[in-house]
C-alpha cells in the first residue's frame, strides 16, 4: 500500500505547530484571519493565493517550495533534468534543441571549465546518436537495404 504524501495542509499545520505558533498567532502575523488558517490546514482551502503562500512561507521561516513541495531530500541534478526533458521532445524540437545547446557552449563558452563542456558535447553527441539509432530502427527498409541471407 502506497503512503499518502503530505499535502500543503499537513506541512502547514506541522510547521505552525513546530514553531509553537496558534492559528490566530499565524494569521495575525502573515495578515489572515484564523479562519483562513484553519480552512487551508483542514484542507478545505486547497491552496493560498500566492502572496499568502510566501508570506506564511516567510513566517514558518521556509521557502514557499518547501510548503508546498516538502523539504527537498537531495539536490537535483540539472544534467539529468536537461537530458529527462530532452528525452520526452518530439524529433524535429529535440535536435533543434540540443543543435543550440551544442552551438551556445561551442560559440559563448557558457560553461566555466574545458571538462564541463567537453561532458556536455559527449552527452548532445550521445543522444544525437541515440536519436539517429532510433531512427534507423523505425524506417522502413529500401531496396538497397535489405540483407540477403
Known amino acids: 500500500m502506497l503512503e499518502s504524501m503530505p499535502t500543503i495542509a499537513s506541512r502547514l499545520r506541522e510547521l505552525r505547530e513546530a514553531r509553537g505558533l496558534t492559528q490566530s498567532e499565524l494569521a495575525r502575523a502573515v495578515g489572515m484571519t484564523p479562519q483562513a488558517i484553519n480552512l487551508l490546514e483542514s484542507g478545505t482551502s486547497k491552496a493560498p493565493n500566492?502572496?499568502?503562500?510566501f508570506a506564511?512561507?516567510?513566517?514558518?521561516?521556509?521557502?514557499?517550495?518547501?510548503?508546498?513541495?516538502?523539504?527537498?531530500?537531495e539536490k537535483p541534478d540539472p544534467d539529468r533534468a536537461l537530458a529527462h526533458i530532452i528525452n520526452t521532445m518530439a524529433e524535429e524540437p529535440r535536435q533543434e534543441v540540443l543543435?543550440?545547446?551544442?552551438?551556445?557552449?561551442?560559440?559563448t563558452g557558457a560553461l566555466s571549465t574545458k571538462d564541463q563542456i567537453a561532458d556536455y558535447l559527449r552527452m548532445?553527441?550521445?543522444?544525437?546518436?541515440?536519436?539517429?539509432?532510433?531512427?534507423?530502427?523505425?524506417?522502413?527498409?529500401?531496396?538497397?537495404?535489405?540483407?540477403?541471407?
Do not use: C, H, W
Open 56 to 73: 506564511l512561507a516567510d513566517a514558518l521561516k521556509v521557502s514557499a517550495r518547501e510548503l508546498v513541495f516538502g523539504p527537498q531530500q
Open 50 to 53: 500566492p502572496a499568502n503562500l
Open 99 to 107: 543543435d543550440f545547446i551544442q552551438y551556445k557552449i561551442e560559440r
Open 124 to 149: 548532445i553527441d550521445s543522444l544525437k546518436k541515440d536519436m539517429d539509432a532510433k531512427r534507423d530502427q523505425e524506417r522502413p527498409p529500401v531496396d538497397g537495404d535489405q540483407k540477403t541471407v
